[in-house]
């Protein structure tokens, strides 16, 4: 009884690993298979100009971003106040 137990953990264990490595394999091969999408999409992203810190305000792009992450903290605030 305890054998058959050890051997369906054990083809149980060699299911899962070779699964994940199949995984593995597949999101390697689509990462190849996808490269050339991924730097037209790169190219795209970094052409635009990079916020400077020292410049002091926001860009225009994340002005709403900004407002929704002080909103969420503010929010996070208040709730963190009426559980005290």
Not at 13 to 31: E, K
Not at 62 to 80: D, E, F, M, P, Q
């Amino acid at each position: 009884m305890i054998v058959q137990g050890l051997k369906l953990t054990l083809l149980g264990m060699i299911v899962v690993f070779s699964f994940l490595f199949l995984l593995l394999i597949i999101i390697h091969l689509s990462a190849k298979l996808l490269k050339p999408y991924t730097e037209k999409e790169a190219t795209l992203v970094t052409s635009n100009r990079p916020f400077v810190a020292g410049e002091g305000k926001i860009p225009d792009d994340n002005h709403k971003l900004a407002a929704i992450v002080s909103a969420a903290i503010s929010a996070h605030k208040k709730r963190l106040q009426r559980h005290e």
